[in-house]
C-alpha cells in the first residue's frame, strides 16, 4: 500500500505563488510517473503536470509557462511551483503516483486564488 500527503495549499492573491509538495510513503520500490491534477467546482478532474521517472515533464496549456513540476526521488515527493496564478486556478489539486503499474490519489488540498 502507498500513501500520499499533500501540503501547501491555501489562499493567495492574483498574481502570487504557492507551492505544494507530495510525499509518497509505504511499500514503495519504484515510482514511475508522478502527477497533479485538479479538479474545480462542477467540473471533471483534469491534468495539470506530469513527470516520469526519467525527468520527462508536460504540462497542461492552460498552466504552461507558469507551474513547473519536480521531483526528489530520493525523498519518492514530487513538488508543483505554480507562478502568476490566477483566478481560475482555484481547485482541489490531487497528486497522482503510479507505483508498479497501480495508481493511488492523495487526497487533495484546496487552492484559491482570489482577484
Known amino acids: 500500500q502507498v500513501q500520499l500527503v499533500e501540503t501547501g495549499g491555501g489562499l493567495v492573491q492574483a498574481g502570487g505563488s504557492l507551492r505544494l509538495s507530495c510525499a509518497a510513503s509505504g511499500r514503495i520500490s519504484n515510482i514511475n510517473n508522478m502527477a497533479w491534477y485538479r479538479q474545480a467546482p462542477e467540473k471533471k478532474r483534469e491534468l495539470v503536470a506530469i513527470?516520469?521517472?526519467?525527468?520527462?515533464?508536460n504540462y497542461a496549456d492552460s498552466v504552461k509557462g507558469r507551474f513547473t513540476i519536480s521531483r526528489d526521488n530520493a525523498k519518492n515527493t514530487v513538488y508543483l511551483q505554480m507562478d502568476s496564478l490566477k483566478p481560475e486556478d482555484t481547485a482541489v489539486y490531487y497528486c497522482?503516483?503510479?507505483?508498479?503499474?497501480?495508481?493511488?490519489w492523495g487526497q487533495g488540498t484546496q487552492v484559491t486564488v482570489s482577484s
Open positions: 497522482n503516483v503510479v507505483v508498479r503499474f497501480l495508481s493511488y
Open positions: 513527470i516520469t521517472s526519467g525527468g520527462s515533464t
